[in-house]
């Protein structure tokens, strides 16, 4: 009719081709909308083992996690556990993104990466100290029999699994060859007890008692070394967030290279980050298996 408009629907063919093409482009959106989404949402967890106590530790981490919310732009929070197997459980559940653990606590893991390792005094290796109260007369092994001992935590390398190796290889067989064994979860605390006397020996982490006795003397002053073991493969910061592992990984390596960054490793009493061959963690692993199957052939928990 004339004066009458008529609209066409508006038809047009699309290939097989062209309909795979635009699938493949959607699943691009939707997939890299998602990983907007994520990290405008997610929260970097940072996880520290109790290798010392709470209070020291998030005085310790709290500028390395600022520092690393301000260089990813995405907010932090330290997550704190007592025991080491809490925070293991938290890394293998993927509930922690980043994890400042033990290495004896690492070998208990499985298919965890390790990003770095902190090198100290220009070493990437630290030992385990045997430490008595020097008011114990403790001058050998032998003079360990009836007294009392503290180990720091079962997943502990230098706190643990090295001083049991020890024992054993030395024919101390049963934790009734002392007359108490304690548990203490960190290794300050475990310097504490010894030093005030509280119990006679401990097993613990060179790197703490170096840093306790450069900041406060007076809290080993009462304590000796009674044995150095050899050296191992430092303690592992290990990742489990896939999405800013990279970036975790750029961030740690480099801190050393920005004024910042340096300030909150000397706080840490770290000269920098560094990568690491996982094969090192190898030597702690082999006494592991030579601790676990004496543990398992014996008729009680003896240690």
Not at 241 to 247: A, M, P, Q, S
Request: proline share 3%.
């Amino acid at each position: 009719m004339v004066g009458q408009r008529v609209i066409y629907p508006l038809t047009f063919s699309i290939t097989k081709k062209k309909r795979y093409m635009m699938k493949i482009i959607a699943a691009f959106i939707l997939f890299f909308s998602c990983i907007n989404v994520y990290a405008s949402q997610h929260i970097i967890k940072i996880g520290v083992s109790s290798i010392v106590s709470a209070e020291t530790n998030i005085k310790m981490y709290d500028g390395l996690a600022e520092y690393v919310a301000k260089r990813l732009n995405v907010p932090t929070e330290i997550v704190y556990r007592k025991s080491y197997k809490e925070m293991n459980d938290l890394i293998s559940n993927g509930d922690v993104d980043l994890s400042f653990i033990c290495t004896g606590a690492y070998i208990n893991l499985n298919n965890i990466e390790v990003l770095a390792v902190p090198q100290v005094e220009g070493k990437i290796y630290y030992k385990s100290l045997l430490i008595v109260n020097k008011k114990a007369n403790i001058n050998s092994l032998s003079d360990l029999k009836n007294k009392v001992f503290a180990f720091t935590d079962t997943l502990s390398n230098t706190g643990y699994l090295y001083p049991v190796y020890y024992f054993i290889t030395n024919n101390i067989l049963n934790r009734d060859y002392f007359k108490k064994v304690y548990y203490t979860n960190s290794h300050d605390k475990s310097i504490y007890l010894v030093n005030k006397g509280v119990v006679d020996a401990a097993a613990v982490d060179n790197m703490i008692y170096d840093y306790i006795k450069k900041n406060n003397p007076a809290n080993v002053e009462n304590i000796n070394i009674l044995h150095v073991s050899k050296e191992f493969p430092n303690p592992p910061v290990v990742v489990t967030n896939t999405i800013y592992r990279n970036k975790l990984e750029e961030i740690l390596l480099n801190m050393h290279n920005d004024p910042e960054g340096r300030k909150i490793l000397s706080n840490l009493h770290i000269d920098k980050f560094v990568k690491i061959n996982k094969e090192e963690y190898n030597t702690v692993k082999n006494i592991k298996v030579l601790v676990d199957k004496h543990l398992k052939d014996a008729p009680n928990k003896i240690f």
